[in-house]
C-alpha cells in the first residue's frame, strides 16, 4: 500500500505531454496550453498614439497661460496625419489617432477653449490651452510601448485565456500549437447500475459515478467518452476496457478494482496487457486504487465504486496526470494552508481528505468543514470546493488552527 505521495509521484512518472497539435484560436482552445514562443511581428502600438481626446501639440508652446494655437487639421482614429506641427500649431486629435509630427503631447478637450472668431477667416481656426503644465508625452502611448517587434509575447507553457487570445490576434495570429486536451474514456462497472434516467428496481442503484467523472474530466482539462457500464461480466467488461484503451489517453473505471468476487477489473487488465503499477493508497476515501499502464502508454485507473471516493481519487491522481499531458508544469494538487472556521476532532486511521468550504472574509480566506458521512456520502461532497488534508490518527484542533486545504 502506497502513500498519497509516492503513489502520485508513481503516476506522474508515467505521465507525459501528448504530441503538439495546432489549434485554430476558437472558443475550443481556451484553457489549452501553448506550445511554443509566440514574437511579435511588428511593434504595438505601431506609431505613437494619442490616449485623449484633444489637441496634439508641441509641449513648450503651452509653457506661458493661455497660449494660443493654430489648429492646422483633425485627426480621426484611423487616418494618418498629412501635417507637421511647427511652432504655434496643433491638430485636433481623437483617442487612438497617430500622432502628427512634430507634437510631443495631448491636451485634453477640457482643458482647451476654441476661439470661434477665428474661425470666419476658414480652416480650423484658433484654440486656447488652458493647461498651464503641459508635459512632453503628456497622454500619448509611445511607439512600441506594449510590445516590439521581435519580443516574445507569450511563452510556451501559457494557458490561453481570453486575455491571451487578444495578444495573439494583435500579433496576426490565428493558429497556434498547442498541448491537445487528453482524450478520457469512462466506464463504470456493476451489476447493480442503472442509468439516471431508470428507476431503479430491486438490489439496483443509479449510476453516479459515470456523470460526476465525466464533469471531473471537463474541469480537469479533459475530453471525455462515455463508455456507459461494465455489467459483471468478463467479456463485456473486457470489450469495453478495451474500447477506452484504443481510442484515449486515460480510462478511468469505476468500480470492480477491490478484491470481491464480482471485482473482475484486475484480472481484465492482466489480460489486456495492462501493467498495473499499484492496487491500493493509504488514503481515506479511496484505499482501493488502481493505477496501470497498457502497452501503448495509456494511462488506466481503476477508482473505488463510492461516490466521494471516486472523487476524491480523481483529484488527487487523475487530475494532475490530466494536467501533466495537456503540458501544464505543475500537476498539482494545488494545495495551501487556511484557518478552519470551527474546531475539529477525528481520528483515522489513514490519511483522510473531507469535503469543506472556503469562504472569504473581513480577515481573508478561511475553510468551513462540511458536515459529511463518508465515502457514499455524495450530497455532502456537493457544496465543496475544497479538501482538508487531515493526517493519520488523531486530529485535534481549535477554531483558526491552519489546516493543509486541496483547492478544487
Known amino acids: 500500500m502506497l502513500e498519497v505521495a509516492d503513489a502520485l509521484a508513481e503516476v506522474l512518472k508515467?505521465?507525459?505531454?501528448?504530441?503538439?497539435?495546432?489549434?485554430?484560436?476558437?472558443?475550443?482552445?481556451?484553457?489549452?496550453?501553448?506550445?511554443?514562443?509566440?514574437?511579435?511581428?511588428?511593434?504595438?502600438p505601431p506609431f505613437p498614439k494619442a490616449l485623449r481626446d484633444g489637441f496634439a501639440v508641441r509641449s513648450a508652446d503651452c509653457a506661458s497661460p493661455n497660449a494660443e494655437l493654430k489648429v492646422v487639421e483633425e485627426v480621426p482614429a484611423g487616418a494618418m496625419p498629412t501635417k507637421t506641427i511647427g511652432a504655434g500649431e496643433a491638430s485636433r486629435i481623437f483617442t487612438g489617432a497617430p500622432m502628427p509630427t512634430g507634437a510631443d503631447a495631448v491636451v485634453m478637450q477640457e482643458d482647451t477653449q476654441p476661439l470661434a472668431s477665428s474661425l470666419q477667416g476658414g480652416g480650423w481656426g484658433w484654440v486656447r490651452i488652458t493647461d498651464s503644465a503641459v508635459k512632453p508625452r503628456?497622454?500619448?502611448?509611445?511607439?512600441?510601448?506594449?510590445?516590439?517587434?521581435?519580443?516574445?509575447?507569450?511563452?510556451?507553457?501559457?494557458?490561453?485565456?481570453?486575455?491571451?487570445?487578444?495578444?495573439?490576434?494583435?500579433?496576426?495570429?490565428?493558429?497556434?500549437?498547442?498541448?491537445?486536451?487528453?482524450?478520457?474514456?469512462?466506464?463504470?462497472?456493476?451489476?447493480?447500475?442503472?442509468?439516471?434516467?431508470?428507476?431503479?428496481m430491486g438490489g439496483q442503484i443509479r449510476n453516479t459515478n459515470g456523470p460526476m467523472l465525466t464533469a471531473q474530466t471537463v474541469r480537469g482539462g479533459g475530453l471525455p467518452r462515455y463508455l456507459g457500464i461494465a455489467r459483471d461480466d468478463f467479456a463485456i467488461t473486457r470489450s469495453l476496457i478495451r474500447e477506452g484503451i484504443e481510442v484515449s489517453d486515460v480510462v478511468l473505471i469505476a468500480?470492480?478494482?477491490?478484491?470481491?468476487?464480482?471485482?473482475?477489473?484486475?484480472?481484465?487488465?492482466?489480460?489486456?496487457?495492462?501493467?498495473?503499477?499499484?492496487?491500493?493508497?493509504?488514503?481515506?476515501?479511496?484505499?482501493?486504487?488502481?493505477?496501470?499502464?497498457?502497452?501503448?502508454?495509456?494511462?488506466?485507473?481503476?477508482l473505488p465504486g463510492n461516490p466521494a471516493s471516486a472523487f476524491v481519487g480523481f483529484e488527487l491522481f487523475v487530475r494532475p496526470a490530466l494536467r501533466i499531458l495537456g503540458g501544464h508544469k505543475e500537476p498539482g494538487?494545488?494545495?495551501?494552508?487556511?484557518?478552519v472556521t470551527e474546531g475539529l476532532a477525528e481520528s483515522n486511521d489513514r490519511p483522510t481528505y473531507r469535503p469543506a468550504k472556503t469562504e472569504l472574509g473581513s480577515t481573508g480566506w478561511s475553510v468551513r468543514p462540511l458536515p459529511w458521512s463518508g465515502a457514499p456520502d455524495l450530497l455532502g461532497l456537493q457544496p465543496g470546493d475544497a479538501l482538508i488534508s487531515l493526517p493519520a490518527g488523531d486530529t485535534r484542533c481549535d477554531r483558526g488552527a491552519m489546516m493543509d486545504v486541496v483547492l478544487l
Request: no cysteine; proline share 8%; hydrophobic share 45%.
Open 255 to 302: 468500480g470492480g478494482v477491490s478484491v470481491g468476487k464480482f471485482d473482475l477489473v484486475p484480472d481484465v487488465l492482466k489480460e489486456l496487457g495492462v501493467r498495473v503499477h499499484f492496487r491500493q493508497v493509504r488514503v481515506k476515501p479511496g484505499k482501493p486504487l488502481l493505477f496501470g499502464t497498457a502497452q501503448d502508454g495509456t494511462l488506466v485507473f481503476g
Open 333 to 339: 494538487p494545488r494545495t495551501i494552508k487556511l484557518p
Open 138 to 200: 503628456q497622454h500619448v502611448f509611445a511607439q512600441g510601448t506594449e510590445m516590439k517587434a521581435g519580443d516574445v509575447v507569450l511563452k510556451a507553457s501559457t494557458i490561453l485565456n481570453p486575455a491571451a487570445f487578444g495578444v495573439l490576434a494583435s500579433v496576426g495570429k490565428t493558429a497556434v500549437p498547442v498541448y491537445p486536451f487528453p482524450k478520457v474514456s469512462v466506464l463504470s462497472t456493476g451489476a447493480e447500475l442503472v442509468e439516471a434516467n431508470t428507476k431503479p
Open 14 to 44: 508515467h505521465a507525459r505531454p501528448l504530441k503538439t497539435e495546432v489549434a485554430a484560436l476558437t472558443s475550443s482552445a481556451l484553457g489549452q496550453v501553448l506550445a511554443v514562443d509566440i514574437p511579435a511581428d511588428m511593434d504595438s
